[in-house]
């Protein structure tokens, strides 16, 4: 279902995005970056789980700019879901173990991360609102 995705809901995802290609370079490539954030690699389980994230987060950042390009407000649905789910997540995880060298306390990380959720709900929100416009239009033209 093609319609106008708002320019900021794009910019956010751009933005997302990029954070999680920094995660993947870092966890494929930068393992002085990663061992100085408190997380250790040195055994080849620690790899394992190192590089399966970089993966799985490398899928994510590749469907998500694959729906961008797409501009399909389904997609975008389903991929806002993931967003708020990951970073829900995170919104528990990363205060409960901070990273050595977090760039905020624990605290100042849950409030970052709400934000960032809340933000990503809205999104989701409008997009949500988008869609069941469009559809009643969509029902209202097959009915006439």
């Known amino acids: ?3 106008k995705i708002p320019l900021w ?4 995802q751009g933005v997302l995005i990029l954070i999680m290609f920094s995660q993947v370079y870092q966890f494929l490539l930068d393992h002085k970056a990663v061992i100085a954030s ?3 690699i040195e055994t080849v389980a620690d790899y394992n789980l190192a590089y399966e994230f970089a993966a799985r987060t490398a899928v994510m950042a590749i469907v998500s700019i694959i729906i961008m390009i797409s501009q399909d407000i389904k997609l ?3 991929m806002f879901i993931m967003n708020i789910l990951r970073e829900g997540f995170e919104t528990i995880i990363d205060p409960l ?3 050595v060298n977090a760039p905020a306390s624990p605290t100042m990380d849950l409030i970052i991360h709400l934000v960032i959720v809340g933000v990503e709900l809205l999104a989701f929100i409008k997009l949500y609102k988008m869609y069941k416009s469009v559809k009643v239009k969509s029902t209202e033209v097959h009915s006439s």
């Open 38 to 40: 408190g997380i250790t």
């Open 76 to 78: 975008f649905l389903v």
């Open 9 to 12: 809901i794009n910019i956010l």
């Open 97 to 99: 173990f901070p990273l």
């Open 1 to 3: 279902m093609k319609t």
